[in-house]
C-alpha cells in the first residue's frame, strides 16, 4: 500500500517562506515522477509544480515560477517543494501526488496520479 504524507505547512507572512516535504512508502520512490497539486477554498485542485523519477526535468505553473523550487531525495523517499516569497493568493491545501506509471516524465494532468497524500494547508496572510 502506498502513503504519501505531507508534512511543512502553517501559517506565513507575505513575502515569507516554507518548505513542504512528502514522505512516500509501499513503493519504489526513484522510480516515479511526483507533483505537488494545491486547492484554495471554493476552488478546483491545481497543478503546481512536478518533478521527474530521476529529478532531472521539472515543471512549473506560470504563478509560481521563480519562486517555488520542486526537488527529491530518492535515499529518503521524499520530494520537497521549497516555497519563497509567497503571496496570498498562494494560500491553499497542497497535496503531493505519485504518477500511475513508472520511468514517465512529469505531468499536469491530475488523472496521471493515482495516488495522493492528506494535504497541508498553507495559509499566507497579507
Known amino acids: 500500500q502506498v502513503q504519501l504524507v505531507e508534512s511543512g505547512g502553517g501559517l506565513v507572512q507575505a513575502g515569507g517562506s516554507l518548505r513542504l516535504s512528502c514522505v512516500a512508502s509501499?513503493?519504489?520512490?526513484?522510480?516515479?515522477?511526483m507533483g505537488w497539486f494545491r486547492q484554495a477554498p471554493g476552488k478546483e485542485r491545481d497543478f503546481v509544480t512536478a518533478i521527474s523519477w530521476n529529478g532531472v526535468n521539472t515543471d512549473y505553473t506560470d504563478s509560481v515560477k521563480g519562486r517555488f523550487t520542486i526537488s527529491r531525495d530518492s535515499a529518503k523517499n521524499t520530494v520537497y517543494l521549497q516555497m519563497n516569497s509567497l503571496k496570498p493568493e498562494d494560500t491553499a491545501v497542497y497535496y503531493c501526488a505519485l504518477k500511475r506509471y513508472s520511468y514517465q516524465r512529469p505531468s499536469r494532468s491530475e488523472s496521471e496520479y493515482n495516488y495522493w497524500g492528506q494535504g497541508t494547508q498553507v495559509t499566507v496572510s497579507s
Open positions: 509501499g513503493r519504489t520512490f526513484s522510480s516515479y515522477s
